[in-house]
């Protein structure tokens, strides 16, 4: 029973192009999310955040939308570049910020 | 820029065998969470720690599996005895305030044969 669903296993993009990465979850009483980028052999990094009482958070390239009716979020990064080819998570709480629990991730590769 | 240390990097082990990773979250962070990734899945959580204290360890299989942070400080999880499916990435992270994300650390690739 998987809460937090990355339907999309891979996806590939042109450098310069926009990267839509898309998470849906379940439980509705989530209310606080996350996406992590992960290199190879490197643990997960932090990226962007954002709390059900928003719709959107904006940071540099990349910004998270939020639509709490659907059960979706989504990842876009504009421009995309190379250095971006990673697997990206997306892990929501229930309780702001406790157990998280994560997708299972999309790898990104953007192609020059 | 502080980080959180996990030691090994790497390690390959025989079934049936005892193993134990170490941990060292970021000095001040005081929860400090466990997490195991299979190859092609996310993160899953084993236990987390505030302080000294476990604070969820109900996924965590305690038969074989055990964790401690004596001092509230570093943190071992340890296999005992370890099985082929235990194969996979070992996460530690640590955090001050969960609501602004994890830091993970590097990881131990477990491998057991």
């Known amino acids: 029973d998987q809460q937090v669903k990355q339907n999309s296993p891979s996806l590939s993009v042109q450098e310069g192009r926009i990267s839509i990465l898309n998470c849906d979850y379940t439980n509705s009483m989530f209310d606080y999310f996350l996406w992590y980028k992960k290199y190879p052999a490197e643990g997960p990094t932090f990226l962007i955040s954002i709390s059900s009482i928003k719709d959107k958070n904006e940071d540099g390239r990349f910004t998270v939308f939020l639509n709490k009716s659907a059960k979706h979020l989504s990842l876009h990064i504009v421009p995309s570049q190379p250095g971006d080819s990673a697997v990206y998570f997306c892990a929501a709480s229930a309780n702001y910020g406790q157990n998280f629990v994560f997708g299972p991730g999309t790898r990104l590769s953007v192609l020059p | 820029e502080a980080e959180v240390a996990q030691s090994p990097r790497y390690k390959i082990t025989e079934k049936s065998q005892a193993v134990a990773f170490w941990c060292d979250p970021i000095s001040g962070h005081a929860t400090l969470y466990w997490y195991r990734q299979i190859l092609g899945q996310g993160p899953e959580l084993l236990v987390q720690?505030?302080?000294?204290?476990?604070?969820?360890d109900s996924q965590l299989p305690k038969d074989r599996f055990s964790a401690e942070r004596l001092k509230g400080v570093d943190s071992t999880l340890k296999i005992q005895p370890a099985e082929l499916g235990d194969s996979a990435m070992y996460l530690c992270a640590s955090s001050l305030d969960g609501a602004v994300g994890y830091t993970f650390g590097s990881g131990t690739r477990l491998t057991v044969v």
């Open positions: 720690f505030q302080d000294e204290s476990v604070v969820d």
